[in-house]
């Protein structure tokens, strides 16, 4: 079972960008989903994009300005935010989904959160 650590949050004004690292150890990288999800206070988490080894997927609300990579080398997977909104202020983890599709991104029954990396949208 992979393990992650998020890193790369901050505070950001509204229309800028962030880029997060979520960095796995674990020896099945390369062939693992891999998805960020986030959480706002007081709501649940939110998967919005995940990749496998050869498509990536996003949720309406960051399509067209969320773009996730991976390095296998590095064992890390990217998130570029671009236009950032208040509204994606959020505490933003990585995790192995249980399903990783356009628009549906569900994080495994139970899973186990990593320390996530803090984005706040503000000016």
């Known amino acids: 079972q992979l393990q992650f650590v998020e890193s790369g949050g901050g505070l950001v004004q509204p229309g800028g960008s962030l880029r997060l690292s979520c960095e796995a150890a674990g020896s099945t990288f390369s062939d693992s989903l891999i998805a960020w999800f986030r959480q706002a206070p007081g709501k649940e988490p939110e998967g919005i994009s995940c990749?496998?080894?050869?498509?990536?997927y996003y949720v309406d609300s960051v399509k067209g300005r969320f773009v996730i990579s991976r390095d296998d080398a590095k064992n890390t997977v990217y998130l570029q935010m671009n236009s950032l909104k208040p509204e994606d202020s959020a505490t933003y983890y990585c995790?192995?989904?249980?399903?990783?599709?356009?628009?549906?991104?569900?994080?495994?029954?139970?899973?186990?959160w990593g320390q996530g990396t803090l984005v706040t949208v503000s000016s």
């Open positions: 990749i496998s080894s050869s498509k990536a």
């Open positions: 995790a192995s989904p249980r399903i990783c599709a356009d628009s549906l991104i569900r994080a495994r029954y139970s899973e186990v």
